[in-house]
């Protein structure tokens, strides 16, 4: 099999153009290449007068060929076997994310028939739950945009991006999310994404597979505690609603994600070892998508064959301080992503259609032990907390969320109402004064950033985005550490994902798993 790269080709292309081209730079016929696949597929608007793609493409030629700089061989793909000990102790899974997922797929592959234990409400239930504090602002604590099955990821616009080497891990993690109903197009194109309308569906096939295979998944039922004899794990304190049970289990997969602020305070209690790890805080900013797109594409914006611009920039300030964007939502929602009472919380949203208004991304800034004035392992937990009560007094105090225009943030100015760019944030904005938000480094900070961002990104800074607050679940607070056998200083117990600090997204998260998992081959 080879792969063939940096095929340019225009947007009105189709895969006969595509399969000529390819042909002809191997020199052979089109009717000789056999196998043919798109391997990759980006967009170049580098040059706002020439936007095109640019594809990669697999084949099989069936006669000799003429390789370049941009033919390379491929090797044939590694199968993933997970061969596990079995003890005689079901393994145990606490999180229903993207790492509990995958873990759960290579338990159950290796006929472990994994318990896997998430605190929410499954996929269906939790969207009911999850709209109705959309709407009225009730808020559950345990099912929320957070907590539940699919993770956090389940409300978001389901990026695939890693910035890690894709390798094995990442190839079956692509595999099973296609397998389980994700769109074909995740296989190839170069920023792939599902859109929170397919996770939904995704996450209910991934969960059906694993029950297949003999394992179990127990919704509401929340890890309360680890039951620990000379450093090594014999057991599970669960609750279930008023109830409370024991479960035993010598492996537990630990893929709690970022959030579960009171599962950090019990591990530590536990004596599990724990450290700081730098995250960033700030805002959600809005524009509407249409501006992005002219911005992006120039005149090609209006082309049928490209879709909802995105766009990633950073920016590092003199003082050493890092701004930057994360997890675009083009034609997305900004959503209300609190799960605890008393606090507000903002993230992106996206449908696969990106068919939305507004644009959205995170506006960050780096933060780290400077920041929360403390050495303790969950300073920077309390630090979130301590944002997102802000957040909520400022917002009224009903989960209403604090909102400025960025004109208005630039020139340390409170806000009145909004201009031509609609927040669509849910239940609603409360038009605030972010310097009664965030500490004066971060604002200033944050401020620089943006008008750096405005030079890079023709509209960026325009007075009239918004920003609504407050982000603070960029990542994980705290690393639970590991050693070389994947597991933290007590023994049977695997941290993994996002939560545990070694990921960041679906696609990095899902891939973590899977090599601790695969870490236990025989």
């Given at each position: 099999?080879?792969?063939?790269?940096?095929?340019?080709?225009?947007?009105?292309?189709?895969?006969?153009?595509?399969?000529?081209?390819?042909?002809?730079?191997?020199?052979?016929?089109?009717?000789?290449?056999?196998?043919?696949?798109?391997?990759?597929?980006?967009?170049?608007?580098?040059?706002?007068?020439?936007?095109?793609?640019?594809?990669?493409?697999?084949?099989?030629?069936?006669?000799?060929?003429?390789?370049?700089?941009?033919?390379?061989?491929?090797?044939?793909?590694?199968?993933?076997?997970?061969?596990?000990?079995?003890?005689?102790?079901?393994?145990?899974?606490?999180?229903?994310?993207?790492?509990?997922?995958?873990?759960?797929?290579?338990?159950?592959?290796?006929?472990?028939?994994?318990?896997?234990?998430?605190?929410?409400?499954?996929?269906?239930?939790?969207?009911?739950?999850?709209?109705?504090?959309?709407?009225?602002?009730?808020?559950?604590?345990?099912?929320?945009?957070?907590?539940?099955?699919?993770?956090?990821?389940?409300?978001?616009?389901?990026?695939?991006?890693?910035?890690?080497?894709?390798?094995?891990?990442?190839?079956?993690?692509?595999?099973?999310?296609?397998?389980?109903?994700?769109?074909?197009?995740?296989?190839?194109?170069?920023?792939?994404?599902?859109?929170?309308?397919?996770?939904?569906?995704?996450?209910?096939?991934?969960?059906?597979?694993?029950?297949?295979?003999?394992?179990?998944?127990?919704?509401?039922?929340?890890?309360?505690?680890?039951?620990?004899?000379?450093?090594?794990?014999?057991?599970?304190?669960?609750?279930?609603?008023?109830?409370?049970?024991?479960?035993?289990?010598?492996?537990?997969?630990?893929?709690?994600?970022?959030?579960?602020?009171?599962?950090?305070?019990?591990?530590?209690?536990?004596?599990?070892?724990?450290?700081?790890?730098?995250?960033?805080?700030?805002?959600?900013?809005?524009?509407k998508?249409?501006?992005?797109?002219?911005?992006q594409?120039?005149?090609?914006?209006?082309?049928?064959?490209?879709?909802?611009?995105d766009?990633?920039?950073?920016v590092?300030?003199?003082?050493?301080?890092?701004?930057?964007?994360?997890?675009?939502?083009?034609?997305?929602?900004?959503?209300?992503?609190?799960?605890?009472?008393?606090?507000?919380?903002t993230?992106?949203?996206?449908?696969?259609?990106?068919?939305?208004?507004?644009?959205?991304?995170?506006?960050?800034?780096?933060?780290?032990?400077?920041?929360?004035?403390?050495?303790?392992?969950?300073?920077?937990?309390?630090?979130?907390?301590?944002?997102?009560?802000?957040?909520?007094?400022?917002?009224?105090?009903?989960?209403?969320?604090?909102?400025?225009?960025?004109?208005?943030?630039?020139?340390?100015k409170?806000?009145?109402?909004?201009?031509?760019?609609?927040?669509?944030?849910?239940?609603?904005?409360?038009?605030?004064?972010?310097?009664?938000?965030?500490?004066?480094?971060?604002?200033?900070?944050?401020?620089?950033?943006l008008a750096?961002m405005?030079?890079?990104?023709?509209?960026?800074?325009?007075?009239?985005?918004?920003?609504?607050?407050?982000?603070?679940?960029?990542?994980?607070?705290?690393?639970?550490?590991?050693?070389?056998?994947m597991?933290?200083?007590?023994?049977?117990?695997?941290?993994?994902g996002?939560?545990?600090?070694?990921?960041?997204?679906?696609?990095?998260?899902?891939?973590?798993?899977?090599?601790?998992?695969?870490?236990?081959?025989?």
């Amino acid at each position: 099999m080879l792969r063939i790269n940096n095929i340019k080709m225009p947007l009105n292309a189709d895969v006969e153009e595509l399969r000529r081209i390819a042909a002809e730079k191997l020199g052979c016929s089109a009717a000789d290449l056999h196998n043919f696949k798109v391997a990759k597929k980006s967009v170049d608007a580098r040059n706002k007068q020439n936007v095109h793609f640019v594809y990669s493409i697999d084949c099989e030629p069936q006669v000799p060929v003429v390789c370049d700089k941009d033919v390379e061989q491929l090797l044939p793909e590694e199968k993933l076997v997970f061969d596990l000990p079995d003890d005689g102790v079901r393994t145990v899974v606490v999180g229903s994310g993207p790492a509990g997922m995958f873990a759960g797929i290579a338990l159950a592959e290796a006929g472990l028939r994994p318990i896997i234990l998430e605190r929410g409400a499954d996929v269906d239930a939790r969207q009911k739950i999850v709209e109705t504090f959309w709407k009225i602002g009730k808020l559950d604590t345990e099912t929320n945009v957070q907590f539940g099955e699919g993770g956090a990821g389940t409300f978001s616009d389901g990026k695939l991006m890693s910035g890690i080497k894709k390798d094995k891990f990442t190839a079956k993690v692509m595999q099973e999310l296609y397998a389980a109903g994700a769109p074909a197009e995740i296989l190839y194109l170069a920023k792939p994404h599902i859109g929170t309308d397919n996770l939904r569906l995704v996450v209910r096939n991934i969960r059906k597979k694993i029950e297949a295979l003999g394992g179990e998944y127990r919704f509401n039922h929340c890890l309360e505690d680890l039951i620990i004899k000379d450093s090594r794990l014999q057991g599970i304190k669960v609750r279930c609603g008023v109830e409370a049970y024991e479960l035993e289990a010598t492996r537990l997969f630990l893929a709690i994600g970022h959030s579960a602020r009171d599962t950090f305070e019990m591990l530590h209690r536990a004596g599990v070892h724990m450290e700081q790890k730098p995250f960033s805080v700030g805002a959600r900013i809005e524009h509407k998508q249409a501006d992005i797109n002219r911005a992006q594409y120039g005149a090609a914006a209006k082309s049928p064959y490209l879709g909802a611009a995105d766009y990633k920039m950073a920016v590092h300030l003199p003082n050493g301080r890092s701004v930057y964007t994360f997890c675009m939502c083009p034609g997305g929602t900004v959503v209300a992503a609190a799960s605890e009472k008393g606090r507000v919380v903002t993230n992106g949203m996206s449908e696969f259609a990106r068919a939305g208004e507004n644009a959205n991304a995170a506006l960050l800034v780096g933060v780290g032990e400077a920041d929360f004035a403390s050495p303790h392992p969950l300073a920077g937990m309390y630090f979130q907390r301590k944002l997102e009560e802000r957040a909520f007094a400022l917002g009224g105090g009903d989960y209403r969320a604090p909102a400025q225009l960025a004109g208005d943030f630039l020139h340390s100015k409170a806000s009145v109402g909004g201009g031509s760019v609609v927040p669509s944030y849910a239940p609603a904005v409360n038009w605030s004064d972010f310097g009664a938000l965030y500490p004066a480094e971060i604002a200033e900070a944050m401020r620089a950033g943006l008008a750096e961002m405005g030079k890079k990104l023709r509209g960026f800074d325009a007075p009239d985005a918004v920003l609504t607050g407050v982000e603070t679940r960029s990542s994980s607070p705290v690393r639970i550490v590991r050693n070389e056998t994947m597991q933290s200083n007590i023994k049977g117990l695997y941290p993994c994902g996002e939560g545990a600090g070694y990921a960041g997204g679906i696609t990095s998260s899902a891939a973590d798993a899977l090599k601790v998992v695969y870490s236990l081959s025989k």
